[in-house]
């Protein structure tokens, strides 16, 4: 069983039993995350596209479409941070599976995401400077 009928089994299973929205759902695991993420994205999309796409289950705060080092072009996934970390459960309630040019989009949560190192590095210079 792959992994988008994985997430669709089991939000039935908890449609049926009632436990969305309550402790027993798999969600809560994530409650304190607010990243997604994004695997088989068409591989022409770009950041303002993912943001589109996903900007109607929450309000985004950031998007890293990973791209090749080489080339730059969009490897097909993508990390995506909601403002709210409840934005997550609709998205991948709702996204995961769903067609986007051709493609069933794989939306899952993520338990504890690391920055890129550049944008990392980038933070924590911007920290020390306000910081004095």
């Known amino acids: 069983m792959n992994v988008i009928s ?3 089994r089991i ?3 908890e449609l049926t039993k009632g436990i969305t929205h309550t402790s027993a759902s798999w969600h809560t695991k994530y409650k304190d995350s607010a990243w997604i993420n994004v695997g088989n994205l068409p591989l022409n ?18 998007v890293n479409l990973v791209r090749d080092k080489d080339s730059g072009k969009s490897r097909g996934f993508a990390f995506v941070k909601y ?5 997550c459960v609709l998205a991948v309630d709702n996204l ?7 493609r069933s989009l794989r939306v899952d949560h993520v338990e504890k995401y690391r920055l890129p190192k550049h944008v990392q590095e980038r933070e924590e210079e ?3 400077i306000k910081n004095g």
């Open 6 to 8: 994985e997430i669709q």
């Open 126 to 128: 911007e920290e020390r």
């Open 96 to 102: 995961c599976g769903s067609l986007v040019l051709g």
């Open 83 to 87: 403002e709210d970390a409840r934005s």
């Open 11 to 13: 939000n039935n299973l």
């Open 45 to 62: 999309l770009t950041e303002g596209d993912v943001i589109c796409i996903f900007s109607q289950y929450g309000e985004i705060d950031d």
